[in-house]
């Protein structure tokens, strides 16, 4: 059966030592959408995130990920880490490193075999980095290393990617290269949730969008869940419209 | 050069030699896991709560070795449980327990009659008292170690390259941990008698410390580390034996066998550094052309 949605939220809190951290979260993302994650550090987004991968019980409401509980969908739920919180002196290759997305299909006790390798080596070749397999991770820049990462959920053959500030400190080519492969991602039904501040690379790669402020503020299509409005209430400062169509927020007091 | 050969006519040579390779085949691969997971300062913590175990041990006159295992799997345990403890992070608490631990040791040793000599050899180790039994006991540890780093070596580099995806995955993060220091436990107490309890943390950081500035690859870390530690030992054995007959010059093997992977691991930093430089100033002048 597949599911008819990729991630079903109703009415969720997470709690962290009796406390509520966040609260009164409800959407869906279906299959081939991009849901951004929004609001201001300490807002709950990692939290959201931690409660999708089933690290965190929530202490009311529900989540369902890929139509069953989160710790049973985790085979294909994949997580992107921001790549600057990983040892860049680790002494691990490139190739390795997208192999490792591999590892839970495999199983324990058994070794890689020569078709994950291949399905390794085209999802590196997807984000465009098939020449660097045999480099160590840590040469790369940070947009290639992020990169790399994808790859690994890539080969991971995830039905839902997870992404944290997949854009921090990229440059405009690989953020441009990310969200062409993330759009590809999404034509082949997988569905993407991302953390992330950009609002205007938001718009980019998200069909969706849920701003959070430790409650959920709004959770809906983009256009209609990131406006000017939400994005004050999120923020609690004046969101300003740019030339070109993006927003800025500018916190009480300018 | 000769002395490399020399040195081992006498079966208690023979025996201590396959003994520093034993340990070598063992420490090798597993001082790879240690350092990807940063777990130095824990393997050094374990090395200084064996000790009760084996001061206990060596006044009722029982096994060595299980006397280590045991007060390794307790302070296994304990820690484990200490991490628990939020205020107080997690270094403390391993100073905590090397305190506890290491203390009533010596108290233990301090109640026997040859207190120096005894402290010494648990300490520094007597490689040149390691008997048959000794090396039976090191083989199996290191079937066992290495079985159980071999078949959980994919989950070991997930978890030390990138913890907060494996706890994504659903990967058992905490008991991959437990499982890895109690491998290391069991390598300390396999190196006991060779180095004692002081010099063994050198044993499981060293030659991968070596292999780590020779090579960026994990695979051929385990090759070069393996075989940093199998020199060491033989190298180390031989000097201190040639440097007590022939000079009169007397030397604890053990610790011969530690100066000289130490001395390795500053020939292999140095020498890395060059080349990096040398091809550092390659590429520019390439750049420049």
């Known amino acids: 059966m597949s599911p008819l949605s990729a991630l079903r939220i109703d009415d969720l809190a997470v709690a962290f030592d009796d406390e509520i951290v966040l609260d009164g979260v409800t959407g869906t993302v279906a299959p081939g959408e991009s849901l951004a994650l929004i609001g201001p550090n300490g807002a709950g987004k990692s939290t959201l995130i931690r409660a999708i991968l089933g690290l965190v019980e929530p202490v009311r409401g529900s989540l369902t990920v890929l139509g069953v509980a989160p710790a049973e969908a985790r085979l294909d739920v994949a997580y992107v880490p921001q790549s600057d919180v990983l040892d860049s002196e680790f002494p691990i290759s490139v190739a390795q490193v997208v192999l490792m997305g591999r590892y839970r299909r495999i199983g324990w006790l058994r070794r890689p075999q020569s078709s994950d390798r291949a399905t390794a080596m085209a999802a590196l070749e997807q984000v465009g980095l098939a020449s660097r397999a045999s480099d160590r991770f840590g040469v790369l820049s940070g947009g290639q290393r992020q990169r790399v990462l994808i790859a690994r959920a890539i080969a991971q053959q995830a039905k839902l990617l997870l992404l944290d500030e997949p854009f921090n400190g990229v440059d405009s080519t690989t953020q441009e290269l990310i969200v062409e492969v993330l759009a590809q991602l999404r034509a082949d039904g997988v569905a993407i949730v991302m953390a992330t501040h950009d609002l205007s690379v938001a718009h980019l790669a998200c069909s969706d969008a849920c701003l959070l402020n430790r409650h959920q503020i709004a959770f809906g299509p983009i256009v209609d869940a990131l406006t000017a409005e939400t994005l004050q209430v999120t923020y609690g400062g004046h969101a300003v419209e740019l030339a070109g169509g993006s927003t800025i927020v500018l916190p009480h007091g300018h | 050069m000769r002395f490399l050969v020399d040195s081992f006519t006498a079966p208690y040579m023979q025996r201590a030699l396959i003994q520093l390779m034993l340990l070598a085949l063992l420490t090798g691969p597993i001082s790879v896991f240690v350092l990807l997971r940063r777990r130095s300062f824990m393997a050094d913590a374990l090395t200084h709560t064996v000790f009760p175990g084996v001061a206990i041990a060596f006044f009722v006159d029982q096994s060595l070795i299980i006397g280590a295992a ?156 393996t075989l940093a530690a199998g020199i060491g030992g033989w190298v180390g054995l031989a000097a201190s034996y040639e440097a007590s007959i022939r000079y009169d010059v007397r030397l604890a093997p053990g610790a011969t066998v530690v100066l000289i992977l130490t001395v390795g691991f500053g020939a292999a930093a140095a020498i890395s550094a060059a080349f990096r430089r040398r091809s550092r100033a390659a590429s520019q002048r390439l750049a420049n052309v």
Not at chain 2, 147 to 166: H, Q
Not at chain 2, 205 to 222: K, L, N
């Open chain 2, 70 to 225: 045991i007060a390794a799997l307790l302070s296994v345990v304990l820690l484990s449980f200490g991490l628990r403890v939020r205020r107080v992070d997690g270094d403390a608490m391993l100073i905590v327990l090397i305190g506890g631990f290491f203390s009533v040791g010596v108290v233990i040793v301090s109640r026997g009659r040859s207190f120096a000599s005894d402290l010494n050899a648990l300490l520094f180790g007597k490689i040149l008292a390691v008997d048959r039994a000794d090396i039976v006991a090191t083989v199996v540890i290191a079937l066992i170690v290495l079985l159980a780093v071999s078949v959980l070596a994919k989950e070991f580099i997930t978890v030390a390259f990138d913890e907060n995806a494996a706890t994504a995955w659903g990967l058992p993060v905490g008991r991959l941990d437990l499982a890895l220091n109690l491998v290391i436990a069991l390598v300390i107490v396999a190196s006991l008698k060779a180095v004692g309890t002081v010099l063994v943390v050198a044993l499981i950081i060293v030659p991968a410390a070596i292999a780590r500035v020779c090579t960026e690859r994990i695979g051929p870390m385990i090759c070069i580390s």
